[in-house]
């Protein structure tokens, strides 16, 4: 058997800092130094990798989990090739006459201008609901969609609404699919994000539809943010520009989550 390659060595000690992290808050370099048995300098470069994908908080010493996530803006600019082919493969989804909940975020805004592109047939009664304005801006004039947007306090940050209003303006429609984001998807399998009033809003939007699908680029494997989304229903799948490791696509299934891989 042929010796673990550098990268996948270094794959191992991010997963293994960010796990940390979630656990403990901050780590420091010296102290995953000696746990790795490699030079401070080493550490330093895994760390500025790891803050390079918005994934900690480089301090003096160490590192910090991050509580807040980039701007909509920098995100749009991460992997867009990868969200791009995730929001054709979602809008493959997406028939006449459904009714479709789309949260922010730059991988669902890949689905909405996956839904508005101009090669495609013209939609016959599709109605979206979304918190994000930027999706929205995307959808209000494509022919065949009826655009509602969601209710909340506008964060300027996501260009999107978050709040209890949004939350119970779900109870109004009936749902046949939700498209919703995540900050991370752990190695056990777990679907995590920033900040607690989207997540609840996204947690709400999958329990509001009949199939439900968490949107998710590659770049949000074995990220750790705080914020767990629950409930999760049984059923609902990932769709990905990558199949995730095989550990991670087992603790998925074991959740009762599927994947749906876009060419």
């Known amino acids: 058997m042929s010796a673990p390659s550098a990268r996948a060595i270094a794959a191992r000690r991010h997963g293994e800092i960010l796990r940390r992290l979630a656990e403990d808050g901050h780590i420091s370099v010296e102290e995953m130094a000696a746990r790795f048995s490699v030079s401070r300098e080493t ?8 803050a390079g ?43 006449d006459g459904m009714v479709v909940l789309l949260d922010s975020g730059s991988t669902t805004l890949a689905v909405a201008q996956a839904l508005a592109a101009p090669d495609r047939a013209p939609w016959q ?26 209710g909340g306090e506008v964060n300027g940050a996501d260009e999107a609404a978050f709040g209890t209003e949004g939350i119970a303006a779900l109870a109004r429609f009936r749902a ?26 996204r947690a709400a939007m999958l329990g509001a539809a009949a199939r439900g699908f968490v949107v998710v680029d590659r770049t949000k494997f074995g990220r ?29 299934a074991a959740r009762g989550i599927g994947l749906v891989v876009a060419p």
């Open 125 to 150: 009664g599709l109605t979206v609901c979304t918190n994000s304005l930027s999706i929205g801006l995307v959808l209000c004039r494509v022919p065949g969609i009826r655009l509602h947007l969601l």
């Open 53 to 95: 994908r918005g994934q900690l908080a480089i301090v003096h010493g160490g590192a910090t989990r991050r509580a807040d996530e980039p701007a909509l803006a920098v995100r749009r600019e991460d992997n867009p090739a990868g969200k791009a082919a995730i929001g054709r493969a979602a809008a493959g989804l997406v028939e």
């Open 43 to 50: 550490i330093r470069r895994d760390l500025k990798a790891l």
């Open 224 to 252: 750790l943010t705080p914020i767990r989304l629950h409930p999760v229903p049984a059923g609902t799948r990932l769709v990905v520009d990558a199949a995730p490791p095989v550990a991670m696509e087992q603790a998925l």
């Open 176 to 201: 046949d699919l939700a498209f919703i984001g995540v900050g991370g998807v752990s190695d056990s399998g777990d679907l995590t994000d920033f900040a607690v009033l989207p997540t609840q809003l």
